[in-house]
Each structure stands twice: as C-alpha cells, then as structure tokens.
C-alpha cells in the first residue's frame, strides 16, 4: 500500500538534547513538509521541500532543521534551541506544484514529549 | 496571503442529525480548498476538495461542501451523522504552493 510513515508514534526526550524524526513516503512525490499541531492552534508549517536536495523554512522554522537527500524522505530534527517542543508532529507529502493545485497527504503523526 | 477562518471552535450534534460546518476564507484570486478530518491521536485525511467549476463538491464519507463566492465561504455538510463522525476538521487554503490550516472545528456526536 502506498502511503506516509512516521516514526515513532510517542517519542520522549529530556530538555536540551536534539531529537530527529522520521519520515518516508513512497507515493512517488516530490513535495514534502513537516507541520506542528498544538490543541487550539490548528496545523503550522515548519519546512517543506519542492525536490531532492532542496527546501525552505515554513512559517515556524527556528529550532528546527530538515535534510532531504533522498525523495522518499524527509527527515526533521528538534533541536534544543526550539523553545517548546513538545507538540503533534505531522509529515506531508503531494505531486511538486507545476502550476496546478494539488492535495496533501498526511502521516500518522509523532508525539514529541520534552520534559 | 489567503487565508480560512473556522468560526466554531466546537459543536456537538445528535446522532442522525444534520451537520454544517462553517469556514470563510479571505478575498483573493480564485481559492484552491479543502476540508480535511482528523480523529483522536491520528493523521489528517483528505475529505474533498474545491479547485474550479460546479460550486457542490462531492466528498467520501457522505460528505460535500458548497463553495459561495459571494459570501468567502467553503462551509462542509452531511445530511445524517454517524457515531464515526467524531473528530476534528480543518478547512485549509493553498497559498502560494502551502497550505494554510484553519484552527478547526471539533465535532461531538451524542447518542
């Protein structure tokens, strides 16, 4: 079946160490993004990539980094220097925008709890 | 920037009864639209979408939504609910090749 993993589903961490989340699609898209989802606040960007190799900030990007060397995935790195992290992380993937709308499909999820 | 707002932060409906969602979206050129549903704990999934053309759009699991210029609205529908229709929905906008989340309408099903 063709679809988004995320792992893990729960991910614990202690404040001050940098923590990576996974991402993998195998839709065979080219666009990627991470978003963060707090209770009242709906879904906000963090990153997104277009293609290999290439991708820009979302409208929260501080005290996060992405890498993407591969197309199927799209890891994201909570680092220390993100201020309140704990939060609902989802990954989303679509066709690259050609011009044309297109949808976005959504992972499962990963709960990031820092304490 | 387009965006949507979602006026109702939570409503609870009776099993069998009709349901309306309301999202409004700000003025812009024409709005790419979607609603998307999100249950407890889990990923957002696609219910349907507004790209051009006839203003009644068809979604899966009986739902569909009326695009109305006139009123920068894009409000969600289903005539009978189910128990299963407990969640939360967002209607988003695509701005610029990203999508913008409304804040979400969380939908109680009482029996």
């Known amino acids: 079946d063709g679809g988004i993993t995320q792992s893990p589903k729960y991910l614990f961490r202690k404040e001050g160490q940098n923590v990576t989340l996974s991402c993998e699609q195998n839709?065979?898209?080219?666009?990627m993004y991470w978003y963060r989802q707090d209770p009242g606040q709906g879904l906000r960007l963090i990153y997104y990539?277009?293609?290999?190799?290439?991708?820009q900030k979302g409208d929260i990007a501080e005290g996060y980094s992405v890498s993407r060397e591969k197309k199927e995935s799209f890891p994201l790195t909570v680092t220390s220097a993100q201020k309140n992290p704990t939060a609902f992380y989802l990954c989303?993937?679509?066709?690259?925008?050609?011009?044309?709308?297109?949808?976005?499909?959504f992972g499962p999820g990963t709960r990031l709890t820092v304490t | 920037a387009q965006s949507v707002t979602q006026p109702d932060i939570h409503i609870t409906v009776s099993e069998g009864a009709s349901l309306e969602l309301r999202c409004n979206y700000s003025?812009?050129?024409?709005?790419?639209l979607f609603w998307y549903v999100q249950s407890p704990g889990q990923g957002l999934q696609l219910l349907l979408k507004?790209?051009?053309?006839?203003?009644l759009v068809q979604g899966i699991k009986g739902f569909e939504a009326e695009f109305k210029r006139s009123q920068s609205s894009f409000n969600l529908r289903k005539p009978s609910v189910h128990w299963s229709d407990a969640a939360e929905y967002f209607c988003?906008?695509?701005?610029?090749?990203?999508?913008?989340f409304g804040a979400g309408t969380t939908v109680t099903v009482r029996a």
């Open positions: 989303a993937s679509s066709i690259a925008p050609s011009g044309v709308p297109y949808e976005q499909y």
């Open positions: 839709l065979n898209h080219d666009a």
């Open positions: 990539s277009q293609i290999v190799n290439d991708f």
């Open positions: 003025y812009g050129a024409t709005p790419y």
């Open positions: 507004y790209f051009s053309g006839d203003t």
């Open positions: 988003a906008v695509i701005n610029d090749y990203k999508l913008s």
